[in-house]
T-cell receptor, first 118, second 112 residues
């Protein structure tokens, strides 16, 4: 089974509007972490936001927020007030379990390409 | 003041050759990783080192050998390159008590 599922291969959003990128995950561990990374066309991987499985509040970082619904095993990324520079590939990733169990590795989803229209 | 750097950025080589990719981080992190991103953009971990000790070794052909001379460096050596090794290879680092992994700019390897 896929550990991380991103069902939207591509998304369009109008500039200045909000957009939600979906991510569902599969784990039997109680302790895990969820991440979102941005990969622009230039190729680098940029860390955006992190949510721990025990965090009660949804994570926020500037225009990025993570809509964490533990019971549904979803960790959607919400980008508010989209900008042209937000056009990129977005990856959801999970770190399962404690560090000693899996060595802190990240398992990535297939990614969602976001295009912001002017 | 690049945080995680990789050299070279591009590497074009013939099948059967041996090549190395170097990675250095100046963040003081204790853990470093190698990830492979294939032509469909799928990212998968290959190796992880913590304080020069190998802690993750995914199902990777033994033609790939990581080497960590110190905790700021993690190099990747690939023997007998094959066409399927063509990909972008990312180095990353993190600090044990923190969560995010910081990625290098990637090395695009093309095997002809």
């Amino acid at each position: 089974a896929q550990k991380i599922t991103q069902t939207q291969p591509g998304m369009f959003v109008q500039e200045k509007e909000a957009v939600t990128l979906d991510c569902t995950y599969d784990t039997s561990d109680q302790s895990y972490g969820l991440f979102w990374y941005k990969q622009p066309s230039s190729g680098e991987m940029i860390f955006l936001i992190y949510q721990g499985s025990y965090d009660e509040q949804n994570a926020t970082e500037g225009r990025y927020s993570l809509n964490f619904q533990k019971a549904r095993k979803s960790a959607n990324l919400v980008i508010s007030a989209s900008q042209l520079g937000d056009s990129a590939m977005y990856f959801c990733a999970m770190r399962e379990g404690y560090r000693a169990k899996y060595g802190n590795k990240l398992v990535f989803g297939a990614g969602t390409i976001l295009r912001v229209k002017s | 003041d690049t945080a995680v750097s990789q050299t070279p950025k591009y590497l074009v080589t013939q099948m059967g050759n041996d090549k190395s990719i170097k990675c250095e981080q100046n963040l003081g992190h204790d853990t470093m990783y190698w990830y492979k991103q294939d032509s469909k953009k799928f990212l998968k971990i290959m190796f992880s080192y913590n304080n020069k000790e190998l802690i993750i070794n995914e199902t990777v052909p033994n033609r790939f050998s990581p080497k960590s001379p110190d905790k700021a460096h993690l190099n990747l050596h690939i023997n007998s390159l094959e066409l399927g090794d063509s990909a972008v290879y990312f180095c990353a680092s993190s600090q044990e008590l923190h969560n995010e992994q910081f990625f290098g700019p990637g090395t695009r390897l093309t095997v002809l």
